[in-house]
């Protein structure tokens, strides 16, 4: 029996879009992700992209784990494939559906005929098997309002597809069909969620990172790496722009009052972003920044802060409470890398009493004491992509 892939995209998505665009883009991400779990025919028809295996030693569990996290998938249907005839179809069904039929106590059979030459109509072809099914398990009964199986038969062109409850899929936009957009990334909680939102939004991330050696250290680094790698389980391979911020700290705490040091450091580093970004073909900057968690995310800190910046800053998780970007953290398994306690240049010369409403007036001449526009072109200079 050949098993293969049915993936569901969502219908009322893509409507507003570029449907060929979206599945094109679609396809050549699943490619790429499943390139390492053997040989896959990937293809579209009917709005369902099939994952056909090409040989007996492709590695379907892990195909399906990859899937899950590609942007774009409504549902996995793990599919058997047989012949378009209603003998066939019964006893594929019989067979590869057996653990589930066995151990359920209801069961329903919804039938789909794509393929219009097929000689029984859809609610026929589910009678049909639904009795087969009756009678094969006697531990079954229907229930066609909450079924514990779900059995669905699909006839389409090529072939008859049979499956049961699907996996559900991550949903969202394929990465890459919104564009690229610069995140940056620090080791916290927030700044991976943030990542995770917008890649879900079909953006394609590039990150861009501070680090102030010796007051950050090498494994502060490379726990930032390790939380790219795995928000880029679902959004693909990151780059990374280590950005060596050392220098401009040590001016700041130099020349500036220390009440506005953090809101400097932060204007910096949104001018370095952008600067970085458009290097990159990139069209937003990303930010984890949530209203009021601390004093340089209040509404006048993050004014002052984008001033000056002409790309849009997306703050996906704004809106949301640190217990509502944990469980996202946890979802996708990077709250775990984000709690070790490696120390973010944030937290570097920190004031003890931050201006929670900054004015601008006065960061603009704060800024003044220092060169501003040679300290960040010295950091741009120095930058390491990873
Ligand atoms: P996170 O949990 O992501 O670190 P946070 O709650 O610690 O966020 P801040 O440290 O104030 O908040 O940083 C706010 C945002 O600024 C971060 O979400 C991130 O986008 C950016 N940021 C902070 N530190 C760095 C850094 N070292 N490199 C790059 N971006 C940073
Ligand atoms: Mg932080």
Same mark, same amino acid.
């Given at each position: ?6 993936l569901k995209l969502g219908e009322l998505v893509l409507k507003g879009l570029n449907r060929g665009n979206f599945e094109k883009r679609l396809m050549k991400n699943i ?16 709005s369902?992209i ?16 990859? *899937?899950?996290k590609i942007f774009g998938i409504v ?12 003998? +066939? ?80 899929g991550a949903g969202g936009l394929p990465i890459g069909i919104n564009g690229r957009a ?13 990542a995770y939102m917008m890649a879900k939004r079909g953006v394609e991330l ?28 679902y959004a693909g391979?990151?780059? *990374? ?42 069209g937003a900057?990303i ?27 997306l703050?996906p ?10 469980? *996202? ?22 004031? +003890? ?32 992509? *990873?």
């Amino acid at each position: 029996m050949k098993e293969i892939l049915l993936l569901k995209l969502g219908e009322l998505v893509l409507k507003g879009l570029n449907r060929g665009n979206f599945e094109k883009r679609l396809m050549k991400n699943i490619n790429w992700r499943l390139r390492k779990f053997g040989d896959f025919k990937i293809y579209c028809l009917q709005s369902t992209i099939y994952v056909d295996p090409q040989s007996d030693d492709c590695d379907m569990d892990s195909a399906v784990e990859a *899937i899950k996290k590609i942007f774009g998938i409504v549902n996995i249907c793990r599919a058997a494939e047989c012949e378009k005839d209603m003998e +066939k179809i019964v006893e594929v069904a019989k067979e590869y559906l057996c653990d589930e039929l066995s151990s359920a106590r209801t069961f329903k059979v919804e039938a789909k005929r794509s393929d219009k030459s097929f000689p029984m109509k859809s609610p026929e072809i589910a009678f049909e098997v639904g009795g087969a099914l009756h009678d094969a398990f006697e531990n079954l009964e229907v229930d066609v309002k909450n079924p514990e199986v779900l059995v669905k038969v699909e006839v389409r062109d090529r072939a008859a597809y049979i499956h049961a409850n699907p996996i559900p899929g991550a949903g969202g936009l394929p990465i890459g069909i919104n564009g690229r957009a610069a995140i940056l990334l620090s080791g916290g909680i927030d700044s991976p969620v943030a990542a995770y939102m917008m890649a879900k939004r079909g953006v394609e991330l590039f990150g861009v990172h501070f680090f102030s050696y010796p007051y950050t250290s090498e494994r502060a680094k490379e726990k930032v790496i390790e939380l790219a790698r795995l928000v880029g389980e679902y959004a693909g391979n990151i780059k *990374i722009a280590m950005v060596p911020f050392t220098k401009i700290q040590e001016e700041i705490r130099a020349h500036c009052k220390e009440e506005y040091f953090t809101i400097i450091m932060r204007r910096f580093m949104m001018y370095i972003a952008e600067k970085v970004a458009e290097a990159n073909d990139c069209g937003a900057l990303i930010t984890g920044e949530s209203l009021g968690q601390v004093a340089s995310q209040t509404m006048e800190a993050l004014c002052v802060t984008e001033n000056g910046i002409n790309l849009p800053v997306l703050r996906p998780v704004i809106g949301m409470d640190k217990e509502e970007i944990v469980t *996202i953290a946890r979802r996708i398994n990077t709250f775990e890398t984000s709690i070790l306690p490696y120390e973010d240049c944030c937290t570097v010369f920190t004031p +003890k009493h931050p201006r929670t409403k900054p004015k601008l007036e006065y960061i603009i001449e704060e800024e003044k004491k220092l060169p501003f526009a040679s300290l960040a072109a010295e950091a741009i200079a120095n930058i390491e992509i *990873i």
